[in-house]
């Protein structure tokens, strides 16, 4: 017979037998109860200083290990501090469990203290949620929450559990099987689909893999190389997907989209077909929607059915897990070239032309101030390509896409389709708890940093060495540049003074850390070398570059990919190109 304990004791038994290790949060009234048995769980809780740092932190960890992320909160302001995070994940498709302490059931729906609605609040922000009133409940929606936050479409739920519930006696009853009505996932793909798709890439004379986020959640890298590899076809990856696919790889273009390369945005504006491949045909790829690849029939290949026909009509849906995708289109591709098998030549020679004419660059500053796009590319050369970068929001993480060599998944965490400021440094943390024995650069603005950086006393307390670089142009660094392309140079509230206030180090010395300071051209090295060595405690470097650095390419927002450009008021020289 099973032995009663409280919902709170039968929800820690719950997480434990979830296989969670480790979880971010803060207690509060309402999730108290929950706080005696994780005093003596094996599981280990990293107090965080903001509950926003506690659901950051689990989307780092999830983006670094493929694990599920966990975070605890209190209720009302500590639930609702948890609702961008969410937002984040959600975006992100980041597997990702939210436990909320709520107000005693009796209570619900009062305006009692501390009560939020964060079932109604995170409804359209997360892939599914519960309330719990009844602690013979909790194990059961515990269960349920990891099986939908990591199957199909990864995202976060939220469980949200009466604070009576968790005082109340019960017994724990952990279910060894999820069947949840209405809730199955399509992992295998029609194999009428793949035969589908085989014949249209062995009838294109212009394809490219237009790769996303989806091939790294899938852990699909291996067979996407396969598979890029016996089409020959060229590869772009997005934002969300660097690291799917090498850099060095002789077929990759790079990234497409509004900062994307040349290269590829070219690629998917003149081919014949797009290959999707866990991509979304967001608005920052697109462009403007109506004058996107116009010529070109689409391959789409997802595992939620949502987003096939979403943005653009594909002629080839493909629903399934993209691993097994490309599993079974690899031998249907085989057999269709044995029937006849285009010629790429002329197509990869145009596309590797572009890539060599129009290769990302950058100028020194005239002043001889410090380009952020140097410090950003000696950071990943120096530090090589089994780290993890993590960046915030803005210029600096533009920069961190193109200057930082990725060549395996999992090494570029960033948030994408939310755009968070005050990501990178909890996100930093969370991805150095995950993987402990990795170096962590967190790259950060000093807009985004002022945001979150109260997550380094975290990580000085918890011994969790994560090293952050400041690209600190004294700016919101972004905005800026609309403001200077679009605005006339009206810079309305973006300057932060912040190379005057606050004293970066100074701050990371009141905060348990190792501060730097780098404003020379030729210390970059050395201060990143002297970041690098030390692994004891986190580091903060607070670079001095030069505030008017613009990112470029750029296609404008609401215009045509077509209209690139190369710097400021300079289009690509297309009459020299033969496309």
């Not at 984040?88 to 939210?98: G, I, N, R, T």
């Not at 000696?378 to 920069?399: F, N």
Request: a negative charge.
């Amino acid at each position: 017979m099973s032995k009663e304990m409280t919902g709170a004791a039968s929800l820690v038994k719950s997480l434990e037998a979830a296989g969670v290790d480790v979880m971010f949060g803060i207690p509060g009234g309402a999730i108290l109860p929950a706080y005696d048995p994780i005093f003596d769980s094996k599981i280990r809780h990293i107090l965080v200083r903001h509950e926003q740092g506690a659901g950051h932190a689990a989307t780092g960890y999830a983006q670094a290990t493929g694990r599920t992320g966990v975070c605890i909160a209190t209720s009302g302001p500590g639930a609702t501090n948890l609702v961008t995070p969410l937002a984040d994940a959600q975006m992100d498709s980041v597997p990702m469990v939210a436990i909320t302490g709520q107000v005693p059931s009796a209570a619900i729906g009062t305006d009692a203290f501390q009560e939020a609605d964060i079932r109604g609040v995170t409804m359209p922000i997360t892939k599914h949620n519960y309330l719990i009133t009844n602690p013979a409940d909790i194990p059961r929606a515990i269960a349920e929450a990891f099986y939908i936050a990591s199957t199909g479409r990864p995202g976060p739920v939220l469980v949200d559990i009466a604070k009576d519930a968790l005082q109340a006696m019960t017994t724990f009853d952990y279910p060894k099987n999820i069947q949840l009505a209405g809730y199955k996932p399509q992992t295998k793909p029609s194999d009428q689909s793949i035969r589908d798709a085989a014949a249209l890439i062995a009838q294109s004379s212009k394809p490219v893999f237009y790769v996303g986020g989806g091939a790294i959640k899938a852990n699909a890298h291996k067979e996407l190389m396969q598979l890029a590899e016996l089409v020959g076809a060229p590869v772009v990856t997005t934002l969300m997907a660097r690291g799917a696919f090498p850099d060095s790889h002789q077929l990759h273009l790079g990234m497409p989209g509004m900062h994307g390369t040349v290269a590829a945005v070219t690629a998917l504006q003149k081919s014949d077909l797009l290959i999707t491949l866990g991509a979304r045909f967001d608005d920052r790829v697109t462009g403007k929607l109506s004058s996107f690849a116009v010529h070109a029939k689409v391959i789409h290949a997802d595992i939620d059915p949502a987003e096939i026909g979403k943005n653009r009509f594909a002629d080839v849906p493909v629903v399934g897990d993209l691993m097994e995708t490309i599993k079974a289109l690899i031998p249907a591709v085989q057999a269709e070239f044995k029937k006849s098998k285009p010629d790429l030549t002329a197509w990869l020679r145009q596309m590797f032309s572009l890539r060599s004419t129009y290769p990302l660059g950058y100028n020194h500053p005239e002043d001889g101030s410090v380009s952020p796009q140097y410090v950003i590319e000696r950071i990943g050369a120096i530090t090589g390509p089994d780290a993890i970068y993590v960046a915030g929001v803005g210029q600096h993480q533009m920069w961190a896409s193109q200057f930082v060599r990725y060549e395996k998944p999992r090494t570029w965490l960033n948030s994408g389709g939310l755009g968070t400021m005050g990501y990178a440094v909890p996100a930093a943390m969370g991805a150095k708890v995950g993987a402990p024995d990795t170096t962590v650069w967190a790259i950060d603005g000093d807009g985004c940093f002022q945001m979150t950086n109260q997550e380094l006393t975290t990580c000085a307390l918890n011994n969790i060495p994560i090293k952050v670089a400041i690209i600190n142009n004294e700016s919101l660094g972004m905005v800026r540049q609309w403001q200077t392309m679009f605005y006339e140079g009206r810079y309305s509230n973006t300057s932060l003074h912040s190379k005057r206030i606050p004293d970066f180090v100074k701050l990371a010395e009141a905060m348990g850390c190792v501060g730097l300071r780098c404003d020379r051209t030729e210390d970059v090295d050395a201060t990143i070398k002297k970041a690098n060595s030390i692994n004891d405690q986190p580091v903060i470097v607070d670079f001095s570059v030069f505030r008017d650095a613009m990112v470029w390419p750029m296609v404008a927002a609401g215009t045509s990919n077509d209209e690139i450009m190369i710097a400021r008021g300079l289009a690509p020289d297309w009459d020299s190109q033969e496309l």
